[in-house]
Nanobody
């Protein structure tokens, strides 16, 4: 099972790093594409970024390109989302999810295993 963590309250222009980890042993994130998504109140869930399982293709939605960075730490079996220059409209619950290793775009339907989300609030 996946778990996103690292959310919190941050001022506009600030940064946060979210982590995606597995709670069970034997679940190797390297074997999967991992995507990051968010859902703000009253809005649909949005795909932000993904990293493929095989050849490390990274995808970024226009809304986060240049501000967010997805990365893996193979040794720790973790995937991270570094978020810089945060804006109030980044406020949402953030989720990580896994899909088949060849998935190269953060399309919600292509990710089948979802973790608990973490709240990110950007406010002064």
């Amino acid at each position: 099972q996946l778990q996103a963590s690292g959310g919190g309250l941050v001022q506009p222009g600030g940064s946060l790093r979210l982590s995606c980890a597995t709670s069970g042993s034997g679940f190797n994130l390297d074997r999967y594409a991992v995507g990051w998504f968010r859902q703000a109140p009253g809005k649909e869930r949005e795909g932000l970024t993904s990293i493929s399982g095989n050849n490390e293709i990274k995808y970024y939605a226009d809304s986060v390109r240049g501000r967010f960075t997805v990365s893996r730490d193979t040794a720790k079996n973790m995937v991270y989302l570094q978020m810089n220059n945060l804006r109030p409209d980044d406020t949402a619950v953030y989720y990580c999810a896994t899909g088949l290793p060849g998935v190269v775009v953060a399309v919600i339907e292509w990710f089948t295993s979802w973790g608990q989300g973490t709240q990110v609030t950007v406010s002064s």
